[in-house]
């Protein structure tokens, strides 16, 4: 096993690894009955949870509140957020001159899957 970090409620952390990463409050650590540790993280701005090992995990900051922590990650988030949108923007073409096409009617949406009714955007009629 890997050198321990040691995590505790309350600590700012970062999933840097991994296809999933994020940004979060800590919420529980522990060990695994293997000796391997695990950690709860709540995702943050979205708020569900996560568990991860420690080796996936940066600390950001410690020694805050459960507000503040909360707090500064969500602007943490927010501000890679903005600094990504001006990426992409600068990234994104000039308006064309041409309109963009409507979207086809409903009647033409609805027998894409296969020719089955649809019920809604993607899910099939009963029968």
Known sequence: MNE?????????VEKHVGEARYIGV????????AGADRV?????????????SGDQLRLLRSGLTREQAI???????AQRAIAELGTIAAAVPP????????????SVAMFRQGGKPMVGPDRPASA
């Open 4 to 12: 321990s970090k040691s995590f505790q409620a309350g600590d700012l």
């Open 71 to 77: 707090i500064a990650g969500v602007t943490i988030v």
């Open 26 to 33: 800590v919420v529980a650590a522990y060990p695994t009955l």
């Open 40 to 52: 709860v993280v709540d995702v943050l701005p979205q708020r569900f949870q996560m568990i991860g």
């Open 95 to 106: 308006a064309m001159d041409e309109p963009v096409p409507p979207p086809a009617p409903a």
